[in-house]
């Protein structure tokens, strides 16, 4: 897993960025990635991505 890969390209927001918020916040929603990192926000063709990256790590 690259941690460096933009994962959303409209607000330029990494994977690593993504993961850290998920673990850091506990979160469980595409929203609260959204909120917290503005991943998402733009475009949404992202959305599907972040609610991958939310699966492998809560399961
Ligand atoms: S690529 Fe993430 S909102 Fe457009």
Do not use: F, H, K, P
């Amino acid at each position: 897993m690259d941690r460096n890969e933009t994962i959303c390209n409209c607000m330029g927001v990494t994977r690593g960025e993504i993961i850290d918020a998920i673990t850091a916040g506990g979160l469980t929603t595409v929203d609260e990635v959204g909120e917290a990192t503005s991943a998402g926000t733009g475009c949404g063709g992202c959305q599907e991505i972040i609610q991958e990256i939310l699966d492998e790590i809560n399961g």
